[in-house]
């Protein structure tokens, strides 16, 4: 077993390429071009595996994002994308998903050093998932279509009524930090499928990978206007985005304590709302498991990035007859989940994403110890943004590290006894975004992905995200689905015409 305090925590040199990106002037993307800054301010970039600041990127003004909501403004109401064949959009976007695979290893190095997960992690997991998002969305573009219905009211061939499918318009797409170019690809994508034009903002502490799209966007021949990139703060240029008159849609992955804000700024014009919002997901672990393939499998539910994921299995539930062993097998991959730093190829944790979250993950970890909570194992911090992997058992509901998203690797353990007051604990919380199941009773299964208030249920695995499939939250975790047919259709109006022959 490695021992965890003599890792060494060095971050490996940056490629070339990555300085080159990290050297260029500040800017933002709006019509296809690289454009200054109506204003000199800029926020800094750093790599939270040093705690060094590495680069600049500006902080849009107001000014900055009126230009882009007009850029795709006019971008919309002229056709130019709206009006191509859809086979040409599906064309487009196809050479955007074949640029980002040509482009991986930059890409993975350059969301290592920006957010501080692991470039292998990144390579396997973001990248690839940011390109399918395209690949599957683009085929949408051809696909989507009304319908003709016969009205009920009327006689046979007096009236032909009909629905058409159109574009919902400019759309304002703000992402946060966690994977920040798969949240990007993931909103841009059906955006574009659908003729939308749209304004993307990545969140101000994980802006690279965002930029580094934009140059692939010209690359693949989209129209100028479609996708404008800006950089920028929440509070300033995201909260601009979303009031703007001429943003038709706004769509937002974040906090829910944002995402409530976002819709009340967003519901003064009407504007449709996507929401992807925060989560505490249980995980359920039935006494009938084998529990030497389950324990990794619940340990990498929470320590996946970081415990920074919107569906961390972060509550554990675990059959009284098996949560001593299910802890200790846990307990045994401490040593594989060992922070390290994001470009060192032996990583499959890093630190979090900065001074501010490490902060207030181990603010929790300590109110956790103070409401009498046990740690079975982590509970520290090493040095600099990283936290070690920590179990916390001897909980109890009212505490806040059962209640509120920690956004870290910190898992609370409980004992249960039967099914319905496991499904009850499941279910006690503002949260309904994701809930795993682990059992060889596909009845057990079945019953609980029914009783649990989820917008996702896993059964044996967990984080299990698949393009084709709609994923969004319950309760306060979120407003809409994203993904799948309706991910397309959610930026798109339906218009009804009813003409008399
Ligand atoms: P976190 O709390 O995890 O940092 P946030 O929900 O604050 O996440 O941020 C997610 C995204 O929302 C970021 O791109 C951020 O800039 C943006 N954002 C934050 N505040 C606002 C706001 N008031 N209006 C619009 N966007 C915002």
Redesign the pocket.
């Known amino acids: 077993m490695n021992d965890m305090a003599t890792i060494s925590r060095v971050q490996p040199e940056y490629s070339a390429a990555a300085k080159a990106f990290l050297a260029r002037k500040p800017q933002l993307f709006i019509n296809n071009e690289w454009v200054d800054s109506s204003h000199g301010a800029t926020i800094d970039v750093e790599d939270p595996s040093t705690g060094k600041i590495i680069g600049k990127v500006v902080d849009a003004s107001d000014r900055d994002v009126d230009r882009a909501v007009m850029a795709a403004r006019a971008a919309f109401d002229d056709g130019r994308w709206s009006g191509l064949p859809p086979m040409a959009r599906e064309r487009i976007m196809i050479r955007l998903a074949d640029l980002i695979e040509a482009n991986a290893d930059e890409l993975a190095e350059l969301e290592a050093i920006d957010n501080g997960k692991p470039k292998t992690m990144a390579g396997a997991v973001d990248v690839p998932g940011a390109a399918s998002h395209i690949r599957f969305m683009a085929g949408w573009a051809s696909k989507v279509n009304g319908e003709v219905i016969q009205p009920y009211t009327m006689p046979e061939g007096a009236v032909f009524g009909y629905t058409r499918k159109e574009p919902v318009g400019v759309c304002a797409q703000?992402?946060?930090?966690?994977f920040p170019l798969l949240m990007a690809c993931l909103k841009i994508a059906p955006a574009l499928a659908a003729g939308c034009t749209t304004v993307l903002?990545?969140?101000?502490?994980t802006s690279l990978t965002a930029l580094r799209l934009a140059d692939l966007i010209a690359e693949a021949g989209f129209p100028a206007g479609v996708v404008n990139v800006i950089t920028?703060?929440?509070?300033t240029?995201?909260?601009r985005?979303?009031k703007h008159p001429e943003v038709d849609k706004v769509a937002?992955?974040?906090?829910t304590?944002?995402?409530k804000?976002?819709n009340r700024?967003a519901t003064e014009s009407l504007k449709r709302v996507t929401l992807e919002l925060g989560g505490k997901s249980p995980v359920v672990v039935m006494p009938d498991v084998d529990v030497a393939a389950t324990a990794p499998g619940v340990a990498g539910a929470i320590f996946f990035n970081s415990g920074q994921v919107c569906v961390a299995g972060s509550r554990l539930y675990a059959h009284k007859s098996v949560f001593d062993q299910v802890l200790e097998g846990m307990a045994e991959t401490a040593p594989f989940w060992a922070p390290r730093p994001s470009l060192d190829p032996e990583a499959h944790m890093g630190p979090l994403v900065s001074k501010e979250?490490h902060d207030r993950v181990m603010g929790y970890i300590e109110a956790g110890k103070r409401d009498g909570a046990s740690v079975v194992m982590g509970g520290d911090s090493p040095e600099g943004y990283y936290v070690n992997p920590t179990i916390l058992a001897d909980v109890n509901p009212q505490m806040s590290v059962v209640r509120e998203e920690i956004?870290g690797p910190v898992v609370v353990a409980q004992r249960f006894d039967d099914l319905d007051e496991v499904a009850k604990e499941a279910n006690n919380t503002c949260y309904g975004l994701g809930a795993g199941v682990w059992t060889k009773d596909v009845s057990t299964l079945h019953k609980l992905a029914g009783k649990i208030k989820a917008g996702t249920v896993w059964g044996n695995c967990h984080a299990m995200i698949d393009t084709a499939l709609p994923f969004g939250g319950y309760k306060e975790s979120g407003l809409g689905r994203e993904q799948g047919r309706q991910g397309v259709e959610a930026y798109m109006e339906t218009k009804t015409v009813i003409v008399q022959l």
């Open positions: 703000i992402v946060p930090w966690n903002k990545p969140a101000e502490q920028g703060n929440g509070h240029a995201g909260d985005m979303v937002f992955t974040g906090s304590e944002i995402g804000l976002i700024n979250q956004f």
